[in-house]
T-cell receptor
Framework: GAVVSQHPSRVICKSGTSVKIECRSLDFQATTMFWYRQFPKKSLMLMATSNEGSKATYEQGVEKDKFLINHASLTLSTLTVTSAHPEDSSFYIC?????????????FGPGTRLTVL | GQQLNQSPQSMFIQEGEDVSMNCTSSSIFNTWLWYKQDPGEGPVLLIALYKAGELTSNGRLTAQFGITRKDSFLNISASIPSDVGIYFCAGPVNFGNEKLTFGTGTRLTIIP
């Protein structure tokens, strides 16, 4: 149980285009999902908290117009990187909290490697 | 915000050796989580700790919630090649907060 998937696993795009990344909880309902960014050999940095049916909460320094988050259902959250630039290249990871589970346990997706040319 | 510092930053060990790593914070945590991340993958939860002094095992892994609530330890016994990866500790940003802050990570490499 507690499986989280992400799609795509890898994407290469041209500068100026937008990229959408999906995060799904496959066998549980997730009222809350989180989006992280990870640079090579670095730790995970929380970008935003996504709550089903409401607006996402962004961490300080994260541009909400740049990183659009939609959490339309209890099993799906999407992150859209708008007008991507090379500096947006990174490893993006989502996690989901099982609404019926222990409060602080988060289950992570396999990540999406974004490369902007 | 709270920072979690992990040590050592990296470890190079031989297969079969025991491993010990720790995570410290400048402030109190009420939950400690230990994750392992393989290259190009998302972190996988190994052990969750919820009470000061708690000692919890998961196979060859054992983790402890420090009495001061400002640290936690993870031990791996009789390491095997698949133990290679980065180990992160994590804890809630604030008491009752769902958001997690992650440690700096310990990279484990096994020398053949």
């Amino acid at each position: 149980g507690a499986v989280v998937s992400q799609h795509p696993s890898r994407v290469i795009c041209k500068s100026g285009t937008s990229v959408k990344i999906e995060c799904r909880s496959l066998d549980f309902q997730a009222t809350t999902m989180f989006w992280y960014r990870q640079f090579p050999k670095k730790s995970l940095m929380l970008m935003a908290t996504s709550n089903e049916g409401s607006k996402a909460t962004y961490e300080q320094g994260v541009e909400k117009d740049k990183f659009l988050i939609n959490h339309a259902s209890l099993t799906l959250s999407t992150l859209t990187v708008t007008s991507a630039h090379p500096e947006d290249s990174s490893f993006y990871i989502c996690s989901a909290r099982d609404a019926s589970g222990t409060y602080n346990e988060q289950f992570f997706g396999p990540g999406t490697r974004l490369t902007v040319l | 915000g709270q920072q979690l510092n992990q040590s050592p930053q990296s470890m190079f060990i031989q297969e079969g050796e025991d491993v010990s790593m720790n995570c410290t914070s400048s402030s109190i945590f009420n939950t400690w989580l230990w994750y392992k991340q393989d290259p190009g993958e998302g972190p996988v939860l190994l052990i969750a700790l919820y009470k000061a002094g708690e000692l919890t095992s998961n196979g060859r892994l054992t983790a402890q919630f420090g009495i001061t609530r400002k640290d936690s330890f993870l031990n791996i016994s009789a390491s095997i090649p698949s133990d290679v990866g980065i180990y992160f500790c994590a804890g809630p940003v604030n008491f009752g907060n769902e958001k997690l802050t992650f440690g700096t990570g310990t990279r484990l490499t096994i020398i053949p």
